[in-house]
């Protein structure tokens, strides 16, 4: 009798995980078509910043876009949070939320038939607006990508999901530089958001077509213990979970330079040293290059290495580009920096996302990824605006070193404090012919 009910419970449970497998790799399959669409839209919205520049915009108009939207989300990350925790099944809400987000760019193309005058702004505004749903997009996306991706294939998939992004845009840049270089302005940017929200659309299907599985998606209903304020249940996390908390501080002081300097490499190149759209798409391409080249050394890297060991070698090479655009302010020197530190940094961004999905509190991933992006918003907000302002102060290359600056700064917090194992010896960082020969080593 026991043996005959071992027989059927182990083919039941051979069937469980021969679906459950299936309906995993269905899944992964979805999430890289699904790049592959929405990458369209994301090399038509790498123009944003060109088109509100020739659309008379301002400086500070630049240095706006870049922020609101960081102090907009700031406030929507936690009711996001909240709402989305207590959804019994939240995929849907992050498909929403994107279909919406996407919409936003059928208002801009739509704008030049209708209005005249204050254009630059009206298209800021609907960019800015454009953050409401894209934090609720953004607040499910990582829980999501934990739940359906099994940690065995995370590293896989999130690299080949880059590597698909990138050559899409790598591609699709440089050709619509080309024609909107040949079209009539502002039309040529109409057709260009015309076909990236096509493609964007295709994408939010792909992701309509992802199945959670029923106990990720589902949230135990609040008990009174549970029914606690956002403050006191920041506080339980921060001390239950130490790893999470370094994370988010030594990500936050490592991003403060690059916040600080996002605006002004696209002033810099297209006022300053007078880039086309044409060099904007092709530098685009070059670095979406890089990123393909990168994931693709990276991911071998990274399984050989270990995702901890990989995030410190790769560090101090991802600070880099200010000094090299600093040293090299011309336009064809500065494709090659674009390349070379786009092939370093997924060394960082792949190892940095597997660390903050498996650092993720289990049960409170909707908290804690609103946590996170919350304390990362405070930054993207204000920097850009310091940034800003310093470089009308004292000028832009200056600003870049002052940035640069704060940017290593920040890449030594992941020694001072390492978000996961403990803090190895340096030399054991180095690759083995130029590490020291002694015991040590």
Known sequence: MKSALAAHWDRFSRRVSANLEAVAERNITFL????????????????????????????????????????????????????????????????????????????????????????????????????????????????LLSDVIPERSRATVLAWRSILSSATVASLTYLAGRMLDRGTFPRNYQWLYAIGYVGGLISVLFVALIRVPEQAATTLPLTGERQESFVHSVLSMVRENRRFSYLILNTFLFNLGAWMLGPL????????????DSWVGLNTTLAHIGVVVGYWVWRRLTRRWGDAKTLLIALPLTVTYPFMVSAFPHLTPILVAGFLINAFAPGVNLSHSLIFLDLLPKGRKHDATALYSMVMNIGAFACPLVGVAVANAIGILPTLLIGGTLRVLGAAMFYILPVKGERPPFNTLLPKFLRRSSPSA
């Open 32 to 143: 890289y078509v699904e790049v592959v669409f929405a990458s369209i839209l994301a090399a038509a919205s790498s123009f944003d910043s060109a088109y509100v520049l020739r659309l008379g915009g301002s400086n500070r108009l630049v240095g706006l876009l870049a922020s609101l939207p960081a102090l907009i989300a700031i406030f929507a990350y936690l009711p996001s949070a909240r709402i989305l925790q207590k959804q019994r099944h939240y995929a849907p809400w992050v498909v929403g939320s994107l279909l919406l987000a996407r919409t936003g760019y059928v208002a801009i193309l739509l704008l030049p038939f209708f209005l005249k005058q204050f254009l630059p702004e009206a298209t800021v505004g609907i960019l800015i607006l454009m953050t409401l749903p894209s934090v609720f997009f953004s607040t499910g996306w990582s829980p």
């Open 265 to 276: 490499y696209m002033i810099f190149f297209v006022r300053q040293l007078k880039a086309t």
